[in-house]
Each structure stands twice: as structure tokens, then as C-alpha cells.
């Protein structure tokens, strides 16, 4: 258990509690307050009573406007003048060509050419200029360092950045300041941004809050690298959970290191079925990337397996649950 | 444009202002205060600023439980003790049987042999015993009397009952607490107790709001009625809007009457391409049957059309939206 990480400081990162209060007075007004959501079918099926942080109700879909906006907001009108670059799987490029029409200023998004066709359609509304790479970690910053130079924008990463993560630290936030005694958290993890975010956002209103990520076992680095305790990398996934195929850098390696209780992992069948569960009992659309967040707690007897320390109260645990995306293509559903 | 429906007095029905006060006070601690949400597309389409009050995210997946609750939870130890016994095409019927439960009495459903398998499945997980009849309103009205009688159980009318139209007054109620300044509000019609009890909500809190009625083209009994002022029927109907195929009982008819603007109907076609808008754009699951609130406003110039009283502050009007549930079967979508 870790008691305090209201401020992060390590050779790769320094990340303040008032970063995060800046970020969310910044973002605040631009962003949706999105719904903390309780089912008592879920709290039935789990043993736990479950608090569901709805970023699929975010807009642009997803939690990755808070980052967004939080670093294209902060940047200086020099900095911004050139336009933004990033590399995404989609939803982070969606919120960067969201925030970057906000600021008046164009978006070069590099995706790799599997991403769903839902999330290039969305970063096309917003106005957002693609380029496709293959969908491997090694190309997409080639290609993503080329657009750079050739355009002079200014590279905001989807996770390896300090302001981003501030950002994302703002829905974790959102949910404790609703449910201040909650006891555990769990968010889906990629490259770490938003569960290094979560760490930083949850322990800062509540130190002895256990956070755990919740990955893919077909993308499994993040496990692979607290397991080992060194970093680990994964060049390409399938992974049906399409916004988890990227994996940690230095920096949310360095704050889930110190900050992560576990990470959990799930199958693509548990994924998909969690899924399902989730549009069926509680009405709303959520990713596989968001189920991937919920699955691990499905299975029989996980949150026993978790060994919380029982509640002063002696009633189930309340466990916060973030679903991060809900941008899912209707016309494919894997169900 | 009417100015208070504070009580509603009438041959039919006896509604006051603390009746619905009474009603939320007995059903808040049961049920969800669901959220209202907004979306920037759906402004940016209709060119209004409209508030979308979420009951699919309600317990049982629709406003049904507030009026089932409210009526269920109002009867004497003696009324309650031989059962529940009511006539629902599954929504009504889901939230009886689960009111049933929390009461710890037997519910009975009389449901037609169309219903969806999912609204089906709901009242069984409830515990609920179903009796299937006819998709017609007579062979509804027959298999009830007959349950009735063999059971001795209480009769809670879907619509046509005051304590019904009181708990369904709570939503509209919600959405004014929350959106004080309202223009208007639109719900789906069937029977009228979602109707009539969102212009009592809705006009006990700011008296000069306006209400609209939504109504699928295929079963637009409310719309004839209230066009030519005498009460008209329905005998069967095959929308895909599945929760409106009732019709209008004297006592909602009167209501309406004096309270609703006007009705707005929607095709087969516009109701589902509406549904499949909302699921895209706010990432909620609605059925239907609240996919018909929002189908005429999503029609070029519908906003316009309606020629709402210009706002003091000259900004464009707020809309609020009740959508009514979300119980779909996920196997079958019409998209």
C-alpha cells in the first residue's frame, strides 16, 4: 500500500497536486462533469459496490479530452501556432483535433491503418488531418517524427507528457470528490496515462486508495513490466480493446512502479462478454478498452482475490471503475 | 399556452402538486436520480440547447418503477397482500415486478406474445409470473380480468391510475430542479402517464412551460385525439416502438387535453435512424420508444416550427427530452 503520491517526482516525471487543480480549472468549463453511474445487478455479480466514472460520456467520447486539452490549452501562442502533431489509436487523436479546433489551430494525426473506422470518421469531423501508419509502435513514431518536421507542430504524445497526464488525473478526481471513501480504483492501462493519472488524482484527495490496471493478456507490457520491474515493451497487439495496444514509457512506468497495487488482466473473451454485460444492465455504450477495466471483476470470486483491507464499516467494498471510451463502430459489434 | 396544471381536477382524475411531492419523497431513496446530459452535435443538428433526462439509465431501464413504485409502495398491507397483478407490453411490467419484489408480494403480467425476449426475460428476473395474450388491446384487457379474478390480486394500471401518473411526474420534476429555465419538454406518448405526468412535473415547477407530445405515425391515437377533441382508439399497432402501442384512457386524455401543446409524430424510418444517432453521438443506449421524443427534432427547421416563444436572454431555446427507457435486445437492432 502506498500513502502518498500527491507528488510525483522521479529522473522522468514531476507532476504537482496543484498541476492537476490547474488542469482541471482549465479544462473544466470545455468538458463534460460526466455521471458517476451504481447498478445493483453489478453490485449483486461482483459482492462489491461499484462506482462507475462515465468517460464514454465524455466529449469526444473519451477521457482523452482532458489530457488534450489540458496540454494544447497550456501551450504558449508560439508554441500552438504551427498546428499540433500526435500518434493515436484514435480516441486521443479525436480529443486533439477537438481541442486543437478550439484553439484555432490545425491537427496532424498519425493512426495506424487498423484503427476502427468510427474513430478516423470522428477525427475527421473534428476537422483532424490524417496520416496512416502500420500499426506497430516503431512506425507510428517514424512516421509521427516526419509529419513533425515537416510541419513544425507541436508534438503533444498521447501519454509520455506531464500535462496530459495532469489531465487525465481529473476524472479520477471527479470521482473521488463524489465518492470520497471509495477504496479501490481501476482503470484500463495502455501507455499509462491514464492510470499514472488515476494514481496521481485518486491518492491526491485519498493516500491510502488502491489503484490496480486492468489490461489485455494480448497486450500485456504493463504486466510484464511491475511483474519484472523493468520496463517491457510490445511492438504490435490484436487485441480487440483497440485503445490499449500501446505500451508504457519511462515516465507512467516510474508512477506505476510506485503507485499500482497490481495489474490485472483479461481475455478477449472476457473482454467482449464484459461488454455485453455492460450494455445490457446498465445502457450505455462503452469500448472494449473501457470493458477491459470491469472484466477482471466479473470472474467468480475476484474481488475476494483482491485482498482489500476489510472497511471500517464492515459493509462490501466501493470500488471506483473508470470506463474510458465509448466509441465503438455499431455496424461490427463483436456480440 | 397554459399557464397551471398546479392540481388537475376533472371527472377523470384528482392530481395535486403533493401528491407528486409525495410520490418522490417515497420513491427517491429506491431509485436512481438519473442524469440529465447534454451533447454538442445534437445542439449543433437541431440548433437548440437540449437536456436529455437519461431514464434508460433508470432502475429496471426505464421511468416505469417511478409510477410502479409509487403505486405499489402507496397500498395498504391488505390491498398488497395477494399480489400485483397489471397489463404491460414489458417496461411496466419490469418495474411492477421488481416494485412487487422490494414489497415482497407476488406480481403477475399480462404481456402481449410480441413483447421482445429481453422485456420478457426482465420480468422473469424479477420474479414476476407472466400470462401471455394477444397484441390488442381487448385481448389485453380480457387475460387481465381473468388473472385478476383467479388471484385476487391488486390491479395497477400501466397508466390509467393517479398514483401511476404522480411517480411518473417525479422525472419531469428532476429535469426542472436541474434545468429551472426549460422552454419546453418533449416525451413519448402511449397510454399517457409519462405525458400527463410531465406537464404536472414539469408545470408545478415553472408554470409557463410548453409540452410536447412524440408519437410513432403508427400508432397515433394521441394525435387524433387531441387534433379532433374526442377521445380515439388503437386497437393494435406494429411499430418498432414497442413500449407506445397502447392508447390514451379517459383520465390521461383529459390531461393531455389541457395541457399538451401539440403532438409530434414520427415515422418507422426517423424513429429508428434517431435511435441509431443517439447511440453514436451521446454513447447511451435508448430503445425505440425514446428514440420517438427526438425524432421530429431532428428534422430540418423542426425546432423552428414550433415556434416557441422567444427567450429573454435571446439565446436559442432550451429543450428538455425525456428519454423514456433503454431495454433493447442487443441480438436484434434494426441497424
Request: with cysteine; net charge neutral.
Amino acid at each position: 500500500m502506498h500513502l502518498s503520491a500527491i507528488t510525483h517526482t522521479s529522473a522522468y516525471t514531476h507532476l504537482t497536486w496543484q498541476a492537476i487543480l490547474d488542469a482541471h480549472a482549465r479544462i473544466a468549463p470545455r468538458i463534460h462533469r460526466t455521471p458517476v453511474l451504481t447498478s445493483a445487478s453489478l453490485d449483486a455479480i461482483t459482492g462489491a459496490r461499484l462506482f462507475f466514472k462515465c468517460e464514454n460520456l465524455q466529449k469526444t467520447g473519451s477521457f482523452k479530452i482532458r489530457g488534450a486539452s489540458n496540454a494544447i490549452l497550456s501551450l504558449t501562442e508560439e508554441e500552438a501556432a504551427r498546428g499540433i502533431v500526435t500518434q493515436s489509436s484514435g480516441n486521443h487523436g479525436a480529443a486533439v483535433a477537438c481541442a486543437a479546433a478550439w484553439r484555432g489551430v490545425p491537427a496532424f494525426i498519425v493512426m495506424p491503418k487498423n484503427a476502427p473506422r468510427v474513430k478516423v470518421r470522428a477525427i475527421e469531423a473534428y476537422g483532424g488531418k490524417i496520416t496512416f501508419c502500420e500499426p506497430k509502435v516503431s512506425s507510428r513514431n517514424e512516421i509521427c517524427s516526419r509529419v513533425q518536421s515537416e510541419t513544425g507542430a507541436a508534438l503533444i504524445h498521447p501519454f509520455d507528457n506531464d500535462q496530459i497526464i495532469a489531465g487525465q488525473a481529473t476524472a479520477a478526481k471527479e470521482l473521488l470528490e463524489e465518492i470520497p471513501d471509495v477504496d479501490a480504483v481501476f482503470t484500463p492501462v495502455s501507455g499509462g496515462g491514464l492510470l499514472s493519472g488515476t494514481c496521481l488524482g485518486a491518492k491526491g484527495l485519498r493516500p491510502g486508495v488502491l489503484v490496480f490496471g486492468c489490461e489485455p493478456e494480448r497486450a500485456d507490457d504493463a504486466y510484464r513490466s511491475l511483474s519484472s520491474g523493468a520496463l517491457q515493451s510490445l511492438d504490435s497487439s490484436d487485441t480487440i480493446a483497440d485503445g490499449l495496444r500501446a505500451s508504457l514509457a519511462p515516465r507512467t512506468f516510474a508512477i506505476l512502479r510506485d503507485n499500482v497495487e497490481r495489474i490485472l488482466l483479461a481475455s478477449e473473451e472476457e473482454i467482449i462478454s464484459a461488454m455485453r454485460t455492460i450494455w445490457e444492465r446498465m445502457k450505455i455504450i462503452i469500448e472494449p478498452s473501457s470493458a477491459v477495466a470491469i472484466a477482471p471483476l466479473l470472474k467468480p470470486g475476484a474481488v475476494a482475490s483482491l485482498a482489500l483491507p476489510a472497511r471500517a464499516d464492515g459493509a462490501p467494498p466501493k470500488l471506483g471503475v473508470i470506463f474510458s471510451g465509448g466509441n465503438v463502430d455499431l455496424s461490427s459489434l463483436p456480440f
